[in-house]
Every structure is written in C-alpha cells, then in structure tokens.
C-alpha cells in the first residue's frame, strides 16, 4: 500500500532519499532489510515510481536521519520557505502507526524544555530536603549522601531526554557507560561495602553490554518492531543467565534456579513468537508491494 498523497512530487522524494541514503552509507539493500520491505521497493521509491507506505514514513525518516516533514517535501528543512499543511494527515496517521519514534519537532522542543526546568527544580529541591533532614537529625551527613548521588545520576540520564537533544537514547545510555561504575565505586566507599563494587561492576559491565545490544537491534532494524522485540526477548533471556552466574559466583547462592529457567524459556518464546511474527508481517508485505 503506498500514500495517496504527499506534498512533494515522487520523484522529489525519490531524489531525496537516495541521496540520504547515500549520505548514511547505506545499500538499497541494507535499507530494505531495516524496513522489512524488499530491496526492488526501495529502488521504486528511488526512482520515484511509488511512495513509501504511511506506517513506514517515520522509521524511514529515522534511518535516514531526517524529519517526516523533510522527507514528505523531499528536502531539507532549510530549503522549505513554510510547513506544507498536505504533510499534517499524513504525519499524523504515521505517528498513530510508529508508537517507539521520539518525535523532534519544536512543539515538542518547548514542551520538553518546560519538563526540563520542572524535573530540575523538583530535583533541587529533593536534594535540598535530604541534606537538611540528615543534618538536623544526625549532625552529619550520612544516608543523604548516597541519596544525592542517585540523584544526580537519575538527572544525568533524563538530561538527554528533557533538554530537547537529538538521538536521546544513545546519548542517555552513553552516560550510563560512562558513570554507572565510578557511582558504583562511590555508593561503595560512602557505604563502606567493598562487595557492592566488586558485584556490581560485573553487573554493569553485563547489563551495558546487553543494552547496548538492545539499542543496536532496534536502530538497525527501525522499520520491524516485531524483530526487534524478538532480538529484545533473546538478548533478555542471555541477560538473566549471566547477572544470575555472576550473583552465584560472588555470594555462593543459588536459590532462584528454577524461577531463572523460567524465564529464560519464557524469553526464549517471547523472541520466537516475535520473529515469527515479523516473517508472516514482512511475507504480507512483499505480497502485497
């Protein structure tokens, strides 16, 4: 199924997606398999023969690292005088479709500004009432130190999110690479439990490795949920085995090791349930370009 309409010519955006492509390193063949659509399509869209169908238009957008609105006008947003109203029915059926896609738009710009100054504020504050409680109660400051830096952690990773930057999962999950481990190695020394670093840093190191593969998945493939969730649901189940072996290893306890097996099948079905869906989805698809 292809759009009925679009504001710029097919051929525009024919040219304008092949030149993305293009400017991203990307195969026609490599843009297909992301999509979930045959490589023969891409190329019709290319060479402006037919128009990518609606649900379609922002993983597309994504991949290509561009807007909806600038992929719709088949140019960059600089050289668009005004905002085509023709794009409004079809963005908006788009974004009913693509439930995971971050919108970047300046509505959304000044809404997450105004979250931004919020979260702040209330974080502020948080950490304000923690050291006055601890310090009145105690003389010193003891349980509110840890607390401040979980803190500043948790606002370090929605930073990404709240103050309007592109790409904020990757830039949220490259601060938790890089600080997760020294605030582990902080709650250990405030703490003064040595275990926590030793554990925790095998912890991280496991559940960094998993997500970034989580995040690789769903970037590469951007345009198939399904086989993303399925990749989510397989990299899950090789999650929990491992943190559970390293638990096991530290503390020498193994007391949920019929719990673990069932969630490891559970994850095992989940992923295959997933990918089938997503051939009978891609078959359906192919079946009907």
């Not at 503390?251 to 997503?278: M, P, W």
Request: glycine share 6%; proline share 4%.
């Amino acid at each position: 199924m292809e759009p009925t309409a679009a504001p710029g010519s097919g051929r525009q955006m024919g040219n304008f997606i092949l030149e993305m492509r293009k400017a991203r390193g990307l195969t026609q063949k490599e843009l297909a398999k992301a999509l979930g659509v045959t490589d023969k399509a891409v190329s019709k869209w290319e060479r402006g023969a037919s128009c990518p169908d609606i649900s379609l238009l922002l993983p597309l957008a994504g991949l290509l690292d561009v807007s909806a609105e600038e992929l719709l006008n088949g140019r960059r947003a600089c050289d668009v005088p005004e905002e085509s109203p023709a794009a409004q029915p079809l963005l908006a059926k788009s974004r009913s479709r693509t439930f995971w896609f971050l919108e970047d738009s300046p509505e959304s710009h000044q809404m997450k500004l105004g979250l931004f100054l919020g979260v702040s504020a209330l974080f502020l504050l948080s950490l304000m009432t923690c050291l006055i409680c601890d310090y009145f109660s105690s003389q010193s400051f003891t349980w509110s130190l840890p607390v401040l830096a979980s803190l500043v952690l948790a606002w370090t990773l929605l930073l990404p999110f709240l103050a309007a930057w592109k790409r904020p999962l990757l830039k949220a999950l490259s601060l938790l690479s890089v600080f997760l481990i020294p605030y582990l190695a902080l709650l250990s020394l405030l703490l003064k439990a040595p275990l926590l670093l030793r554990l925790g840093f095998y912890i991280a190191v496991i559940s960094l490795a998993g997500l970034w593969c989580i995040y690789g998945a769903f970037s590469r493939y951007y345009g198939r949920k399904y086989r993303a969730f399925g990749m989510f649901f397989l990299i899950a189940a090789f999650l929990s085995f491992g943190i559970s072996l390293t638990v096991t290893h530290f503390t020498g306890e193994n007391k949920n090791g019929q719990s673990l097996v069932l969630k490891i099948i559970l994850s095992l079905a989940l992923s295959a349930l997933c990918f089938l869906l997503d051939y009978y989805k891609i078959q359906a698809r192919n079946h009907m370009a």
